[in-house]
C-alpha cells in the first residue's frame, strides 16, 4: 500500500509561483508513474501532469504547458509540481497520485493511489 502526502498549495496572487511536493510510503517509488491532478468545486478531477520512473518525457495538461513542470526525486520518494504564471483559473485542489506503469497515464481512474489534496487559491 502507496501513501502520498502532498504539501506546498497556499493562497497566492495572480502571476505568482508555487512549488507543491508529494511525499510517497509503503512502495517501491521508483516503479510508478506519478501523477499530478486537481479538481475545482463542481468540475471533473482534471488531468495536469504525470511523470515516469527516470523523469524523461513528462506529460502535460494542456491548459498547464509552458508554466508548469513536473520533477520527481527517486531518492527522496518525492515528486515535485512547480507552477509559474499562476492564473486565477488554476484554483483547485491539488492531487497526487500514483500508478505501476510505463506510458502516460491521463485518467483518474487509471491511478491506483491518492493523496489527500492541497488547496491552491490564486487571487486575480
Known amino acids: 500500500q502507496v501513501q502520498l502526502v502532498e504539501s506546498g498549495g497556499g493562497l497566492v496572487q495572480a502571476g505568482g509561483s508555487l512549488r507543491l511536493s508529494c511525499v510517497a510510503s509503503?512502495?517501491?517509488?521508483?516503479?510508478?508513474?506519478m501523477g499530478w491532478f486537481r479538481q475545482a468545486p463542481g468540475k471533473d478531477r482534471d488531468f495536469v501532469a504525470d511523470i515516469g520512473w527516470s523523469g524523461v518525457n513528462p506529460d502535460y495538461g494542456d491548459s498547464v504547458k509552458g508554466r508548469f513542470t513536473i520533477s520527481r526525486d527517486n531518492a527522496k520518494n518525492t515528486v515535485y509540481l512547480q507552477m509559474h504564471s499562476l492564473k486565477p483559473e488554476d484554483t483547485a485542489v491539488y492531487y497526487c497520485?500514483?500508478?505501476?506503469?510505463?506510458?502516460?497515464?491521463?485518467?483518474?481512474?487509471?491511478?491506483?493511489?491518492w493523496g489527500q489534496g492541497t488547496q491552491v487559491t490564486v487571487s486575480s
Open positions: 509503503g512502495g517501491t517509488f521508483s516503479r510508478y508513474v
Open positions: 497520485a500514483a500508478v505501476l506503469g510505463t506510458r502516460t497515464y491521463r485518467v483518474p481512474k487509471d491511478y491506483a493511489y
